[in-house]
């Protein structure tokens, strides 16, 4: 049996098929042009696997979840302009006739990172999964599911304290400028100190205010989903900034209630090379072929 998994970025789409152990077969990566396109070339990448039994499409928001709303499957007020209003699910039913699963790109993260859990044996129920990357996203699988209400997690726009040497600067968010997002995506590097984040020195005081606020955001998790792990995936993530983070969760927790030891609390993802959306989405591939 087959399976096929479409990471959707803002930059590109990673399409990926693989067998029931979640083993990747063939994958294809192409630049996310205007919608018609971009969704044909993933359409035809699929249609070469006669096998296929089901899909899973991991795709950057805001998405319509729900079922039961006409506009089910769909991207909807995206800032991607070009994309706004597309129907994503739609094009791959009608073409490929098989199960879909359709979340956000961190939903399928998360998945995939508990899934890897499950697989290494670790004693764990519940995950989140942060990128950051461009933008911020988050998304949280308790006892095995996926966390959702009438929509999916909003989690890189919550909103922080701010670190006391931070104060002048505005936040980059275009709808709350100082949110999550607004003060620590990559962009906000070169919008803070002109230089863009790959090039900002390791011991620039920089990363002790973004660590801060991503202190904030566990925080924030530990105190309203009490999870097992808090993974944290994206271009902007590094070694030195996860002990930095570690550090500022420890002091704002305070002791206050007990958490795991932090560098099983607080983590880099177990997938490597970006691999958490592909395996969430197999995963989520196989369950929606057998609902
Ligand atoms: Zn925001």
Redesign the pocket.
């Known amino acids: 049996m087959l399976l096929g998994s479409i990471e959707a970025g803002g930059t590109k789409f990673i399409c990926a098929v693989g067998d029931e152990d979640y083993r990747v077969i063939k994958r294809t990566q192409f630049p996310t042009s205007d919608p018609k396109k971009t969704l044909d070339k993933a359409c035809k990448f699929f249609l070469q696997f006669k096998d296929l039994k089901a899909l899973s499409i991991a795709s950057f928001g805001p998405i319509q979840i729900q079922k039961n709303n006409p506009k089910y499957g769909f991207i909807t007020n995206t800032p991607k302009l070009k994309w706004q209003n597309t129907d994503f699910v739609g094009p791959f039913s009608k073409k490929l006739k098989i199960p879909i699963y359709f979340t956000t790109d961190v939903n399928a993260s998360a998945y995939g990172e508990y899934v890897a859990s499950q697989l290494y044996n670790e004693k764990i129920n519940s995950l989140v999964y942060y990128t950051v990357g461009t933008g911020v996203g988050g998304g949280a699988v308790i006892h095995g599911k996926i966390l959702q209400g009438i929509g999916h997690p909003e989690m ?2 919550t909103f922080l304290k701010r670190h006391p040497d931070d104060k002048d600067f505005p936040g980059i ?1 275009p ?2 400028h100082d ?4 003060l620590v995506s990559g962009p906000t590097f070169d919008k803070r100190l002109g230089i863009p984040g790959p090039k900002v020195p390791k011991d620039h005081p920089v990363w002790d205010i973004i660590a801060y606020y991503l202190a904030q955001a566990v925080i924030q998790q530990t105190m309203i989903i009490r999870p097992d792990n808090v993974v944290f995936g994206g271009g902007v993530i590094n070694r030195n900034l996860l002990l930095k983070i570690q550090k500022e969760f420890s002091k704002l927790l305070n002791s206050y209630i007990k958490v795991p030891d932090l560098e099983k609390y607080i983590t880099m993802p177990r997938i490597k090379d970006n691999g958490s959306a592909t395996l969430g989405n197999f995963a989520l591939a196989y369950r929606v072929q057998t609902e």
């Open positions: 890189g726009h968010c709808y709350h949110c999550l997002e607004g």
